[in-house]
C-alpha cells in the first residue's frame, strides 16, 4: 500500500464466504454508501450494496488473486471468488478506486454509510427505515 496519508492507518482484513480469497484495505475509505441500482442489487442478491470508497491503491490482494472472476475490463469491474460468487469490490471512477463490498470486512472500519443512492430503482419490496439522506441518484441527485 502507497500514500503517505495512509501510512499511520489501521490495515482491516477482508474475505469471501469461502476464505479462497483474502484482502488488506487501510481503514481510510473517504466515504461509505447504501447503493439500491439494480446493478448492485443483481450482483449482491440484496436489496443494496453498502460499500466504502478508497483509493484502489489502498486495496492489496493477500490470498486467492488466481481465484477472482473479473466482470469488465482491466480499468472498471467488479471482482468475485470464483469458487463462491462473493462480491469483493468494485473497481470504479476511471480504476483509480475501490468500492470494498462492505459485508465481506472482517474486521470493523471506523466509517459508516452516510446516505442511500439510487433509491429512484430501489427494489419495490424493501423499504428503507433508517433515517439517513436518500438520494434519487448519485448524491445531490434530490
Known sequence: MTGSQYRNARILAGECYCRAVRY?????FSYALICHCSNCRRTTGSAFKPFAGIEYGQL????????????GDDTTHDAHCARCGSLLYSRVREGKWAHVAMGTLVDTP???PSAHIFVGSKAPWHEITDNLPQYRGHVGDG
Open 24 to 28: 488488506e484495505v487501510a481503514d481510510a
Open 60 to 71: 492489496r490482494l493477500v490470498r486467492g488473486e488466481d481465484l477472482r472472476i473479473i466482470y
Open 110 to 112: 471506523s466509517i459508516r
